[in-house]
């Protein structure tokens, strides 16, 4: 989703979409030439089911990004052509926006931050404060608004985080409490066994050896 935001609203920079926006095409550029080696690492890397997967969703992101390029350039002209390529860029940087939510719910009924790491969120809500604010000072609704939204919920990750973080801590504290108690029980029992051994064995010489006096 990161990718095909950054691959839509680089095009919605460019001069002949958006005029004196070539700030949004070029930093949104870096990310789609980012977000591509992310992907080609994990199909690089993944099983060859989650490879599959992968590659089919990234055959769909070219052919959306592929499909909205060639409508905006063949069937659309100045306005149209503007509004179309902001909508696009416009509704991906939502859903883009929205993906953690998922993870937001996990964190709510776990009570543990462990899959909402703090720098992701602290980035997520600086990026979209800051565009947010770009967008308004340049009048452009689809620059604002969607990462107005993401601001918001980059605000409410980090409320979130901050809610949760100590009873993460207790959580893992909890464990680590517990695998020590363990590995020392399991020591105390194997020393307990090493001196049993050495003793049973000198009960069981003595037992033989008055054994072998009997006539």
């Known amino acids: 989703m990161t ?3 950054c691959l839509l609203s680089a095009w919605y920079g460019l001069p002949f979409v958006s005029p004196n926006n070539i700030l949004v095409s070029t930093i949104n550029g870096t990310g789609a030439a980012i977000e591509a080696i992310y992907v080609l690492i994990f199909i690089i890397f993944a099983p060859k089911r989650e490879k599959f997967k992968i590659l089919g969703l990234f055959t769909i992101v ?4 592929s499909t909205v390029a060639l409508v905006s350039v063949f069937a659309l002209h100045s306005k149209a ?4 390529c902001g909508l696009a860029a416009t509704v991906f ?8 939510l998922a993870i937001m719910s996990t964190v709510i009924r776990t009570k543990s931050v462990e899959f909402m790491p703090f720098f992701l969120s ?6 979209g404060t800051s565009w947010f604010i770009f967008g308004l000072l340049g009048h452009d609704p689809f620059v604002a608004v969607p990462n107005g939204f993401g601001s918001g919920l980059g605000a409410l990750q980090l409320v979130l985080y901050f809610i949760y973080r100590d009873s993460s801590k207790g959580s893992t504290g909890s464990i680590k409490k517990a695998s020590s108690s363990s590995t020392a029980a399991t020591a105390d029992e194997s020393m307990e066994m090493g001196v049993a051994k050495p003793h049973q064995s000198k009960q069981s010489m003595a037992i033989s050896g008055a054994q072998d006096g009997q006539p």
Not at 62 to 65: H, N
Not at 81 to 84: A, E, G, N, V, Y
Not at 93 to 100: K, L, N, Q, V
Request: positive net charge; charged residues 10%.
């Open 62 to 65: 070219l052919a959306i990004f």
């Open 122 to 127: 602290l980035f997520s809500f600086l990026c």
């Open 93 to 100: 940087s939502i859903i883009m926006y929205g993906s953690p």
């Open 81 to 84: 052509r503007k509004l179309f």
């Open 3 to 5: 990718m095909l935001n």
